[in-house]
C-alpha cells in the first residue's frame, strides 16, 4: 500500500487505531446501557442502539467540516470547540431529578454521565476537517461509587467512545491553561452564559478563566456553534430513524391502550399514569415531555398540564404525549369522546381536522418548508371551519386572520429529533430535505370567550377543542409517518374504546 503523503500516512493510522478499539469492549457494568450489560439491546461497537461509535466519530468530523466552510479563508487556524454535558438537577434539598444528558453532547459523543466536556480542536500540522477529540469525564471513585454506582472513568473512555485521547475532568484547569493560555485560538464554546442553566457552575468558570478570558483569543458565538450542530442533528441518520419509528411505535401502543381504558368518571392523572405505565413497560426510558391530558374545554388550553380534573360523560379528551426511546422522542396528540361515542358536531370537527392534517402530510415533501405548510393549513382550516359555519362564510381581511388565529393560535408543527422541539435555531423557512422529521399537529379550539362567538351558528361548536399530530419522515418517496398505527378516524377510536 503506497502513500502519497504523510497526511494520508496518519489518516491511516489514525482510522486503524479506531478500528482497532472497536475491537475492545468494557465488560464492566456503567452507568448506560452497552453491549455487556444489554447484548439484546446494543451490538459490540454500538453506543446506541444502530449506531456505532465510528458513527459518533463521522459526526465530529462532519462539524469540524462545518466550521471549516464557515472559515474557508482560515483553514489552517486553530479552532477548540467545547461542549460540555449538563449537570444533575435537583428538584429540592438533596433530591434529584433523573439525569438528561445534553442532548448537543449526547449527539457528538454517546455518552450519558453528567459533569463532563467534550473537546474538538484541530491539528496545527494539518487542515480542517482533520482534528484531535479530547473527552474529560468523571474519575472512577470507590466511595462515591458504593452510593450512586459504577461510572466509565478516563482509562475505559478512550476504548469505548473512540476518542483520542480521556482524561479527568479534575485536570481540566491545568490543560486548559497549559495548552492555550497563548491565545492565539478560535473558540467556540457552548456555554451557560448564553443558554440553559445546564452546566456545571465549576466547569463554566474553568472555561472561562482559562479559554474564553484568555488575550488573542477570538471567541465565536455560542450561537454559531449551535447552528452547525443544529444543521446535521436536522437530517437523521438510519439509524436514527429507527430509534424515532421504535419511539413513534410505542407511544401508539400507549394511546391504543389509554383509549381502551377511558370511561366517564375517571381522572387525567389516571389517563396520564396508564399512558406513562405502557411506555416505559415497553422499553421508552421516560416520557418525551410531561403530557397534556385535558378534558372538555381544559383542552382550549394548549400547554394545559395539571391533569387532574375528572372526565364527565359527553366530553371530549385530549392527550399530547411521546416518550423518549434511546434519546430519541415522539410526540403524538389525539383527541376522542370520553364514553367512546361522537356527538353530531364533535365528529364534524374532529374529521375536519383530520382531513386537515392528511392533506398537510401528503405535503411534507422534499424542497417545502414547515411554513409552506402552516400556510396550507390555515387556508385548509379556514374552509373547513366556514362549511361548520365556526367562521362566518362573509368573514375576511384583518377580521378573518384575527378569527382564525384565535381558533388556531400555533404553527402546523416543529422539528423532531432527540428533543421535541429539536434544532431550534433552524428556520422554518429552510428546505426539507431527506432525513428530517416533522410533526403536523394541526388543531381548532373553540374558546367561550372567541371574539366572534355571537356568529357561530352551532352553539355546541363552543368550549370545543380537538388537535391530532403524527410525527413525519421526509423522504425522497413521499412522507412516512413515523407513528403508524395510532388510532385516527372515528371507527378505529370508537371500536377501541367500545371493546
Known amino acids: 500500500m503506497a502513500f502519497r503523503s504523510v497526511k494520508n500516512l496518519l489518516s491511516y493510522y489514525k482510522m486503524r487505531r479506531h478500528s ?20 439484546e439491546l446494543l451490538g459490540k461497537d454500538e453506543l446506541l442502539p444502530g449506531i456505532t461509535k465510528m458513527e459518533f466519530a463521522r459526526r465530529r468530523r462532519r462539524l469540524m467540516e462545518e466550521i471549516s466552510k464557515t472559515h474557508s479563508g482560515m483553514t489552517n487556524a486553530n479552532h477548540v470547540l467545547i461542549i460540555p454535558a449538563s449537570k444533575v438537577q435537583y428538584m429540592s434539598q438533596d433530591i434529584f ?13 454517546g455518552f450519558q454521565e453528567p459533569d463532563a466536556v467534550l473537546i474538538i ?81 465549576s466547569i463554566d468558570v474553568t472555561i472561562h ?23 446535521l442533528r436536522a437530517i437523521k441518520s438510519e439509524g436514527e430513524i429507527s430509534l424515532m419509528r421504535r419511539a413513534g411505535e410505542i407511544a401508539a401502543g400507549a394511546f391504543k391502550k389509554v383509549m381502551s381504558l377511558t370511561v366517564p368518571g375517571m381522572y387525567e392523572y389516571q389517563l396520564e399514569s396508564h399512558f406513562e405505565h405502557y411506555c416505559r413497560m415497553n422499553g421508552g426510558q421516560r416520557l418525551a415531555f410531561v403530557p397534556v391530558v385535558a378534558g372538555g374545554e381544559r383542552a382550549c388550553h394548549i400547554h394545559y398540564t395539571t391533569n387532574e380534573l375528572k372526565l364527565n360523560e359527553g366530553e371530549l379528551v385530549l392527550l399530547d404525549g411521546g416518550v423518549e426511546y434511546c434519546g430519541y422522542v415522539s410526540d403524538i396528540t389525539r383527541t376522542w369522546p370520553v364514553n367512546g361515542r361522537f356527538t353530531a358536531a364533535q365528529r364534524d370537527l374532529y374529521e375536519a381536522v383530520l382531513r386537515v392534517k392528511e392533506a398537510c402530510i401528503k405535503c411534507c415533501q422534499v ?35 384575527q378569527a382564525l388565529n384565535s381558533l388556531y393560535p400555533h404553527d402546523i408543527g416543529h422539528y423532531l429529533g432527540m428533543d421535541v422541539h429539536d434544532t431550534p435555531l433552524l428556520s422554518h423557512n429552510v428546505v426539507l430535505q431527506p432525513g428530517m422529521v416533522i410533526t403536523v399537529e394541526p388543531g381548532v379550539y373553540v374558546r367561550r370567550d372567541f371574539p366572534i362567538k355571537n356568529h357561530i351558528k352551532a352553539k355546541e361548536f363552543l368550549g370545543a377543542a380537538v388537535r391530532i399530530e403524527d410525527d413525519v419522515l421526509i423522504t425522497s418517496d413521499g412522507p412516512q409517518v413515523l407513528n403508524k398505527g395510532t388510532p385516527q378516524t372515528v371507527e378505529e377510536i370508537s371500536v377501541i374504546i367500545n371493546k
Open 121 to 201: 480542536e484541530s491539528n496545527s500540522s494539518s487542515p480542517l476537517p482533520d482534528h484531535n477529540t479530547v473527552l474529560y469525564v468523571t474519575d472512577r471513585d470507590p466511595f462515591r461509587e458504593k452510593w450512586e454506582g459504577p461510572v466509565l472513568g478516563p482509562d475505559d473512555a478512550v476504548d469505548y467512545f473512540g476518542v483520542d485521547e480521556a482524561y479527568s475532568i479534575t485536570l481540566l484547569s491545568e490543560h486548559l491553561e497549559r495548552k492555550y493560555s497563548k491565545g492565539g485560538y478560535s473558540v467556540w464554546y457552548y456555554g451557560e452564559r448564553e443558554t440553559p442553566a445546564t452546566i456545571s457552575d
Open 367 to 401: 424542497g417545502v418548508t414547515l411554513n409552506y405548510i402552516h400556510s396550507v393549513s390555515k387556508e385548509l382550516l379556514q374552509e373547513e371551519l366556514k362549511k361548520l359555519e365556526i367562521l362566518p362564510t362573509d368573514l375576511d381581511g384583518p377580521d378573518l386572520i
Open 97 to 109: 431529578y433523573r439525569f438528561h444528558q445534553n442532548n448537543d453532547f449526547l449527539y457528538f459523543t
Open 20 to 39: 482497532l478499539i472497536s475491537l475492545r469492549h468494557i465488560s464492566r457494568h456503567i452507568r448506560q446501557p452497552t453491549n455487556y450489560s444489554h447484548p
Open 209 to 231: 478563566q482559562h479559554l474564553l478570558n484568555v488575550p488573542g483569543s477570538r471567541i465565536t458565538s455560542n450561537h454559531s456553534l449551535l447552528y452547525h450542530m443544529h444543521t
